[in-house]
């Protein structure tokens, strides 16, 4: 996957804070920028159940909020919302993640794109739980297979030695080293 793939940006945690405060402000700038390819798409998933008109909903009025660069050209809102969608389920649920592989393949059915990138804007605690689900329903594509995939992780990563030390171990099973970005929140303001 190069910078100027188009991929499927799943981002675990959609419903909170991080989300509509930090992550699509920052990609609607991108966007606005021109900097976002064609084809780019994000998938919110998070507990809460809701539609997605309402997290496009919800995410302009983020945007309007928190963004820093200002309002686009109607057309390049109509874009950017445009590419927002939802997906609802539990995180520790193997179910609720075959729904979720179910809705990216026939995204990527649509679009043809099979690169991925997973953003992990959860507690440390839960993601543990979502990393399971990804290994036990085979989420993630293998590497050099038909599609790539990527990892984003908040920091703290974990809640302790032992829990950090799991968390990496399920990370290490799913992705190389070089597919796994850790992220410092408290540095990346």
């Known amino acids: 996957m190069n910078e100027t793939s188009p991929c499927t940006m799943v981002i675990f945690g959609a419903s909170g804070d991080l989300t509509s405060r930090k992550l699509v402000p920052a ?48 057309e390049t809102q109509q874009r950017f ?25 026939s995204m990527r059915a649509q679009k043809g794109c099979g690169h991925y990138l997973y953003y992990m804007a959860l507690p440390p605690g839960v993601a543990e739980a979502v990393l399971q689900c990804m290994k036990t329903t085979k989420f993630v594509p293998p590497p050099g297979g038909d599609g790539a995939a990527r990892i ?5 990563f974990g809640v302790d030695l032992p829990s950090a030390q799991r968390l990496n171990r399920l990370v290490t099973e799913m992705f190389d080293e070089s597919q796994v970005y850790r992220v410092d929140q408290y540095l990346a303001k």
């Open 27 to 74: 990609l609607y700038s991108l966007d606005r920028d021109g900097l976002l390819p064609e084809g780019f798409t994000v998938v919110g998933y998070g507990r809460t159940v809701k539609s997605h008109e309402q997290f496009r909903q919800e995410m302009r009025e983020a945007v309007q909020t928190y963004c820093r660069t200002g309002a686009a050209s109607a």
């Open 81 to 105: 919302f445009s590419r927002l969608h939802y997906a609802s389920g539990k995180y520790d649920d193997p179910q609720s993640f075959l729904n979720l592989k179910d809705l990216l393949g």
């Open 152 to 156: 984003m992780m908040e920091k703290p």
